[in-house]
């Protein structure tokens, strides 16, 4: 069904440029006429401040095309064409509190181990009565009781999608479409890196090997720790434990091994039981207690998490009214990111559009 078209525009300031915010950029200029025909949505971006990239800001939007063209053509927005009313060298602090954006898309590039600077950005923006959507890991799991209460109590919305699986709706769906089920155990494959290196072994290759070949493929970073220790997953198994689960859990609470003891034999041990070697990021909730931990395990072939291959994420919800519910998808990419972005974008504008009838 085709919704109104006279919703106004939600106006975004975008606080990071780099492959992710280019990724919904491109969407929002790709789909402009349908989101704006089947959704009843239209952006606007009044504003972009990157760290390296510079900064713009112009009260009735930006455009897009042309943002998009300078950035990929020198790697900046010193280029952009200079129009009346354009407001250039604000600091991302500046762009969220002075700027007339309704929502923040806090991208930035942002340390996993303190959440910083984007905890301050979406302080910033909550007390600022902004809504804010955001893929950074970090920020949500360090400081997810504090940042709900605070989005709570300037009645504004707060979206992380893409925090856990990308675009694959890993929190939205349990939120949404579980509803009404207690969700006493979540079982999730969440870093894809790790999960296409030991598929590769599984096929013959060295731990070595494997990781050469994820990092030629872009899966792996030169400094592959968080991904073969364990570290990315953790993070995300303490936003799933807090968000779908409702249970606080800190980061230091999770059991963390990685997979970077795996050898050969092991996997032909596996092999032999009837088993294949999966990095398994655990929350279980017992007697109104909750633990959580992320090892590499021997999951049976008869598991749907067995036959997740390549840099594919899963996650398997335990539900007391369903049984077992298993979601897999992308758990990275621009696009897919940028995508993620974009459904939270959508469900605040609904929420809105809600508010207003």
Known sequence: MKRGKNSMAHKLAFIGFGVVGQGLAEILQDKR????????????????????KGSLYHPQGLDLEAVLETVQTTGSLDGYPNTDGLITGWDSLQTITQSNADTIVEVSYTDVQTGQPAIDHCRAAFESGKNVVMTNKGPVALAYQELSALAHKH????GFEGTVMSGTPALRMPKLALAGNDITEIRGILNGTTNFMLMRMDEGESYGAALKEAQ??????????????????????????????????????????????????????????????????????????????????????DDPLASVSGALNAITYETDLLGPVTLCGAGAGKTETGFSLLIDLLTIAKARETVRS
């Open 216 to 301: 030629s493929l872009g899966y792996a970073e030169a400094d592959p720790t968080s991904d073969v220790e364990g570290l990315d997953a953790r993070y995300k198994i303490v936003i799933l434990a807090q968000h779908v689960m409702g249970m606080p859990l800190s980061v230091e609470a999770v059991e963390c091994t990685g997979i970077s003891q795996m050898t050969p034999e092991l996997i032909e041990q596996a092999r032999a039981e009837g088993k294949r070697w999966k990095l398994i990021a655990t929350a279980k909730k017992e007697h109104g207690v909750i633990a959580a931990k992320v090892s590499a395990e021997k999951v049976p072939l």
């Open 155 to 158: 009645q504004v919305s707060w």
């Open 33 to 52: 006429e349908s989101l704006k025909n089947e959704e009843g949505f239209e952006a606007k971006v009044v504003a972009i401040s990157d760290f390296r």
